[in-house]
């Protein structure tokens, strides 16, 4: 890989690793405007912008987990990663930072 595409592979990767954390130190509020930000951008963009940059031949059909998931192996049919990616784990995330904070009553840090 160029220099380029291993800077968007880790920021890429740092920022997914943020998000799927997201609800144990951000509150649900912010990660549920973060869900229409990423709607927005998936609308305008028809994709991640990142995915975009990392993926260009592939871009609109790919996703950083197919990416990964590829890479180590496994066959993945990419357009339900896709699915799966843009429609279900947003909701996910969200659901176990309500879970987190509002049933549990955890603190967060934001």
Request: aromatic content about 16%; proline content about 3%; some cysteine.
């Given at each position: ?105 955890k603190k967060v840090l934001i």
């Amino acid at each position: 890989m160029k220099p380029r595409e291993i800077l968007i592979f880790y920021a890429h990767l740092i920022l997914i690793i943020f998000v799927w954390t997201s609800p144990f130190w951000l509150n649900w509020k912010i990660i549920f405007l973060f869900i229409i930000l990423n709607y927005l951008q998936i609308i305008i963009f028809r994709a991640c912008v990142l995915t975009l940059a990392q993926f260009k031949k592939q871009g609109k059909e790919m996703t950083m987990y197919t990416f990964i998931l590829e890479k180590i192996g496994f066959k993945i049919n990419r357009r339900i990663m896709k699915l799966i990616a843009q429609f279900i784990m947003p909701w996910v995330i969200l659901l176990i930072a309500i879970i987190w904070q509002i049933l549990l009553h955890k603190k967060v840090l934001i």
